[in-house]
């Protein structure tokens, strides 16, 4: 269950997406995230599917890989849809002639709206993690916040806070799996029982999953210092960004995603 989990893993390639300047393809999902908010109908979504279906193919990221960055929002993705069949307004739908009370035709295009917009959010925000290295992603944060240097914003350790965050999930992900079986082995039971029972049962791995988090981080911390690490003045890198064709290439396909979906509301 958990080893399935995508959040914040990174597929190494050589694939024209993995290329892409990191400053770009933040600020490329920034405008595709925003964008899908733009969205009020069906139609746009078909720009929205062609976008998304030529970044997973030039990606070389298979779909399976994709799907499994959707199991950890399963639960919300449903709920969005329950609660958006039973609980909008409108006329009643009918089923093999039997009256519906509850669910109405606006629930049913309203639930299948809002799902493909969790959909596309989730898939597109996951391609960002898995087409990106933690230290380009590190770079290219801290080259979008530097110019906010001026205003006293700590851009580099910002972007080193951030992913280092993003990249302990994977690791705390395997880390509890690892304490799952070893209570498993010890006779514990997380699969059995209503979900109140398994929620219930997830207790007892807090707390070696936070004294283990801290450790952790306690030993990331001792390893920093003991390489004299001092925050950003004064470094340097070993690959520079420059923007090359490819990135002025996905810039303008963003851009020209985003005035269709504009120009369609």
């Known amino acids: 269950m958990i080893k399935n989990i995508t959040i914040g893993q990174y597929i190494p390639g050589e694939t024209a997406i993995h290329r892409i300047d ?5 600020l490329a999902t920034i405008a595709y995230i925003s964008i899908l908010f733009f969205v009020k109908d069906f139609f746009p979504y078909i720009y929205v599917l062609a976008y998304l279906g030529t970044v997973i193919w030039l990606s070389e990221i298979s779909v399976k890989t994709i799907l499994k960055s959707l199991k950890p929002l399963a639960v919300i993705i449903i709920l969005t849809l329950v609660f958006n069949i ?16 509850f ?38 944060i801290e080259k979008l916040l530097s110019p906010f240097k001026k205003l006293g ?28 079986k070893a209570q498993m082995a010890r006779g514990a039971d997380f699969e059995s029982g209503n979900l109140f029972n398994r929620a219930k049962a997830m207790i007892p791995l807090m707390v070696p999953l936070f004294i283990s988090a801290f450790r952790r981080a306690e030993e990331l ?23 090359i064709g490819i990135d002025y290439s996905a810039s303008i396909v963003t851009i020209l995603l985003c005035i269709g979906i504009i120009f369609t509301r």
């Open 22 to 26: 990191p400053r770009v393809k933040i």
């Open 86 to 101: 039973f609980m909008t307004p409108g006329e009643t739908v009918k089923l093999f002639g039997i009256d519906l009370i």
């Open 103 to 140: 669910v109405t035709k606006q629930g049913l295009y309203q639930a299948a709206y809002m799902g493909l917009r969790l959909l596309f959010l989730i898939t597109g925000a996951s391609l960002l993690t898995l087409t990106t290295s933690p230290i380009a992603l590190t770079d290219g």
């Open 153 to 180: 914003v700590p851009a580099h350790e910002l972007a080193m806070m951030m992913t280092i965050a993003l990249r302990f999930i994977p690791t705390l992900l395997d880390e509890t799996d690892k304490i799952m």
């Open 221 to 243: 911390a001792l390893a920093i210092e003991a390489r004299c690490y001092r925050g950003g003045e004064n470094r340097t890198r070993m690959k520079q960004l420059k923007l």
